[in-house]
């Protein structure tokens, strides 16, 4: 899935120079049995998670993590509960309003000396859970997660924690456009307002604004060639960073001693969220053994899935119903999502880079492209195959694929530890933009990125686009390769390239050594795909009764 070209962090452009009643609130549903899968992350696992993030935290801080939103779909039906990345990487914990503080140094909390660590959760409530499944409370979730401490939620408003004595109070940015449940005093919406409230957070607290600070007082000596661009174009797109004192006074300063003046006189304050995004950033960057079971088996569904849909895939098929097929797959081998909604686009809709709508009734002979991925306990795939419908790549869509796949195979060849996270991107950029050269779909270099509009690679884990710290690759980390070529309708240039989107992703294991394809098993040459077009399919007999 690729990932808009500016929607990162500074540091990579830095490398690149029901109806009885209402429904209760969504949650998790897992009940306690023994009949649960038997591959889900432990409790060990999460548990050095959060002490590596403890180790990693200043002298005298705290940091806290909340869990995501309840989000509404229509009227008293709730969207099925996804849990906040970081959360779950830290706890194992699937439910909603909830939150973890994590202490530098023990603390008492709620009476309880020692604490270095405790999850606040929603309470055992026998009638919701009627609704909703089961809870884990407090005493399920300290007994089944391994946590040191954990207390009902309604709790936290009279813990103690005594917020003005820590050197720094480490958040990402809190959770925001949350719903206030009425009927229940601490729910997300009131554990961020108390926290607010206790640790007397100002109300005009700006997240960004803050990283931003950081940013220049990480970067403001080291690399001013390249944060100073950076920092007057977001002047221009935001009006807060324009009337920021420090940026102006940075933007100001023209030699390196008045730069240093500037950067030093950064404005004090103890609320921190550049510091735990940096911390789990670079934990969540490399992938531990036994995330790389589950993102190896979400991949190789994922991979399986793309062979299926291509053997039952014929022109009159609609988009939806591929989409389907693919879906199909995926919970045919356990995986309990998809990581993203699947874009499966044919013709002009294939040029679109995040189509959803999948509604054409039939892809006909258009090319067609599948950008689809299982999420399996929690972690996801993310590939993409571009197919001719009718089985045969014609000319002009197969001159525009093998530039594609000739870009792949460059950005693999980039995929080395030690290497700059952008290697894999310049590699293949450098081959589209050769190959749209020689066909005369442009005429200048820099018009490439009117066909190759987004960056080759992005983390892959928890979430499609998952959280890094785009230094260079290194052993562990897992990455996407993903070229393409878009051209729609009414480009400029000849007609018989228009209406040809094609983009191939694979998800890449860096290896000590060099790297390793974990889609593999997804055809991707021209003859691949057209062979693997030609064989039987298991779906090919499966007739549904026609409806009139």
């Not at 023990?106 to 929603?122: N, Y």
């Not at 492209?369 to 929690?378: F, K, R, S, V």
Request: proline residues 7%.
């Amino acid at each position: 899935m690729p990932t808009p070209f500016f929607a990162r962090t500074f540091r990579p452009l830095l490398l690149a120079a029901t109806l009885v009643t209402a429904v209760p609130a969504a949650q998790a549903q897992n009940p306690v049995s023994t009949d649960h899968p038997a591959d889900l992350l432990t409790p060990a696992f999460h548990k050095q998670r959060r002490e590596l993030v403890r180790q990693a935290m200043p002298a005298g801080s705290v940091a806290v993590v909340f869990a995501a939103p309840v989000r509404n779909r229509a009227n008293d039906v709730d969207f099925v509960y996804h849990q906040n990345p970081d959360l779950y990487y830290l706890t194992g914990y699937q439910e909603p309003n909830s939150m973890l503080v994590l202490f530098k140094e023990p603390q008492t909390v709620g009476g309880q000396s020692g604490i270095t660590e405790i999850l606040f959760v929603d309470p055992r409530d026998p009638q919701r859970e009627q609704w909703t499944g089961h809870r884990l409370g407090s005493e399920g979730a300290k007994k089944q997660l391994g946590l040191q401490a954990a207390a009902d939620n309604k709790a936290f408003a009279t813990s103690g924690i005594k917020w003005a004595g820590f050197s720094n109070v480490l958040f990402v940015e809190l959770p925001a456009d949350v719903r206030d449940d009425t009927r229940d005093p601490a729910d997300l919406f009131n554990l961020v307002a108390s926290f607010r409230e206790q640790a007397a957070v100002p109300a005009d607290f700006n997240p960004e604004q803050s990283d931003l600070h950081k940013t220049i007082q990480r970067y403001g000596l080291s690399n001013a060639a390249n944060l100073r661009p950076y920092l007057e174009n977001l002047t221009k797109q935001n009006p807060g960073v324009a009337q920021d004192a420090y940026v102006q006074r940075y933007l100001k300063a023209t030699t390196d001693a008045e730069r240093q003046q500037a950067v030093a006189n950064r404005p004090s304050s103890h609320f921190d969220t550049g510091t735990l995004n940096d911390i789990l950033s670079n934990l969540r960057a490399v992938k531990t053994p036994e995330e790389l079971a589950l993102l190896r088996r979400a991949v190789r569904i994922s991979a399986v899935g793309q062979q299926e849909v291509m053997k039952a895939t014929t022109p009159s098929m609609g988009e939806m119903e591929l989409q389907g097929l693919h879906e199909y797959v995926y919970k045919k081998y356990g995986a309990e999502f998809e990581g993203y909604p699947s874009i499966v686009g044919a013709g002009n809709n294939a040029c679109v880079l995040h189509y959803i709508t999948n509604d054409k009734p039939q892809v006909k002979n258009d090319l067609l492209l599948m950008d689809c991925g299982a999420e399996y306990h929690g972690y996801t795939a993310d590939v993409t195959r571009t197919i001719p419908p009718g089985g045969k790549f014609s000319p002009a869509q197969r001159q525009i694929y093998e530039i594609v796949l000739a870009a792949q195979d460059a950005g693999f060849a980039a995929c080395r530890p030690g290497a700059e996270f952008q290697a894999p991107h310049k590699a293949a950029q450098k081959v589209i933009t050769d190959g749209l050269l020689k066909l005369g779909i442009i005429s200048k270099p820099e018009e490439v990125r009117t066909y190759f509009p987004h960056g080759t690679s992005h983390y892959l884990g928890l979430d499609v686009h998952d959280r890094g710290n785009y230094e260079p690759l290194q052993a562990g980390n897992v990455i996407t390769v993903e070229p393409g070529i878009y051209i729609p309708e009414g480009s400029p240039c000849d007609k018989k390239w228009w209406n040809i989107g094609v983009r191939i992703e694979d998800d890449v294991l860096i290896t000590s050594t060099g790297s390793e394809n974990l889609s593999r098993e997804a055809p991707r040459t021209v003859a691949e795909i057209e062979g693997m077009m030609t064989q039987p399919s298991a779906l090919d007999n499966f007739k549904l009764p026609v409806l009139r």
